[in-house]
């Protein structure tokens, strides 16, 4: 069974296809220009700041202290996948937690000018243990789930998997 992970968990928010896609190693069209901007807005933002910290399993875009408190932030390229990135960045708050890191976090829209502030709290963490239960579920699954035609299939790297 493969170790869910922040990418995971974020697709799971977004698209039950898209993570078994990536669950199954399924290559997104690289081509995709939507790719490519995703990539621009977390190499071009924030530049200050240090970036891509791996701690464990986990890769956190932003880390950083204020006033003795310890602020992981992840950045999005736009509020389309707002659910996913603040589900995404309360399960590396949770991940932290677990190994007895107390931290808040912060979901960055740079291009936005916009973030917001995230505090786990018990109801969150319940829910992402649903999560992670139908992740596994889902991963295990020999097919992808049903395609549904949803917002986020306009910018999707795997459109071509879903209509072509
Ligand atoms: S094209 Fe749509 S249904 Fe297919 S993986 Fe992407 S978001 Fe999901």
Known sequence: MQRINGTMI???YACKREL???????TPDQDNPFLDLGRLVEEES??????????GDVLIDIVRSEEGKL?????????????????????????????GVKARGEVLFPREKRKIPLVLNRAIEEELKRAM???ELIIAQEVPPRREKIPL???????DFCFA
Not at 20 to 26: K, N
Not at 71 to 99: A, C, D, N, P, T
Not at 153 to 159: G, I, L, V
């Open 133 to 135: 239960r139908e992740i």
């Open 71 to 99: 602020i992981v932030g992840e950045i999005k390229k736009s509020s389309r996948s707002k659910r996913s990135g603040i589900m995404q960045l309360y399960f590396y708050l949770w991940y932290l937690k677990e190994r």
């Open 153 to 159: 299939c306009t910018p999707c790297a795997f459109r």
């Open 46 to 55: 924030y530049q200050e700041e240090k970036k891509k910290f791996l701690i």
């Open 10 to 12: 974020a697709s799971y």
């Open 20 to 26: 078994w896609y990536m669950a199954h190693q399924i």
